[in-house]
């Protein structure tokens, strides 16, 4: 009894850090700023949309919400593609080549992504690569491609290896197996990665603050920065841009949910 009362008590309290900081932006984003600081928690009975309008118009973010969309989508497809090669590759090569390269990729894990911006922010100035969304797409495949190797390399090397004989035996090569037998069945593991990545390149501001300039080329949540002043926030503003940044979120987790969870759960049957 007392255990069940105690797990209950702590799924409140964790729905409540969910659910009270959420109903705060969605109710703040639209409210007048006056409203905001009088009942913020409390919902309005005359919603005001200014706060997406200007957002959406004057307040830049459209232009930043198409980078935002170009980029993270480059970089995910880009990585998906070279990690799942990657993968393949380590699953089927064994012994001490197999084990080497596969643990230089993973120790890329384990530096943290702060300890190399400088370095490369001077490398891509001498490459030409600043300010350009193409060396931000560059740069977030180096970053996250270790990870995404990481998942898909386990998932992959719990395949049967009777798949690979058999395919082997029919006369398929090692691209035509990993076309149509490792994919089709890496797909639940592929959209896990995809959503993981997706998340990340979607939020990261350290990398768009350290490389972009141009206020064209901004991303969502270096964007999001410019709603924020010096001695006073436009908060219903800033939720207003906040709300529109996190709408392909909970968009890509809709639709990829069912291969989402399909992925955390590879595996734990065999």
Known sequence: MM??????????????????????????????????????????LTPQLDGYATVLGSG???????????????????????????????ARVRGWLGTAV?????????????????????LFEVLGLLDSRFGLVLINVVVTLPVAVFILTG?????????????????????????????PL???????????????HWNDLLYPLLF???PEKKTLPLALLGFQGEF????????????VASLPLVVAYVFLQRYFIEGMTAGTGK
């Open 155 to 183: 998932f992959m090397r719990s395949l049967p290896g009777e798949l690979f004989e058999a395919a082997a035996i029919d006369g398929a090569g090692d691209l035509r197996v990993f076309r149509s037998v490792v994919l």
């Open 102 to 122: 596969y643990a230089l990729l993973i120790l890329g894990m384990a530096v943290p992504a702060q300890a190399n911006m400088i370095p490369q922010r001077v």
């Open 3 to 44: 255990l069940t009362l105690g797990r209950r008590t702590l799924l409140l309290v964790y729905t409540l850090i969910i659910v009270v900081p959420l109903a705060v932006v969605l109710f703040g984003s639209v409210k007048t700023q006056q409203e905001m600081f009088e009942h913020p928690f409390a919902p309005t």
């Open 232 to 243: 006073l926030t436009n908060y219903p503003l800033l939720f207003s841009g906040v709300v």
């Open 212 to 214: 972009i300039q141009s």
């Open 186 to 200: 890496s797909l639940p593991s592929l959209a896990a990665t995809a959503i993981f990545l997706f998340v990340m």
């Open 60 to 90: 830049g973010l459209g232009q930043a919400l198409f980078n935002s969309t170009v980029i993270t989508v480059s970089s995910v497809l880009a990585t998906l593609v070279i990690a799942s090669l990657a993968a393949y590759a380590l």
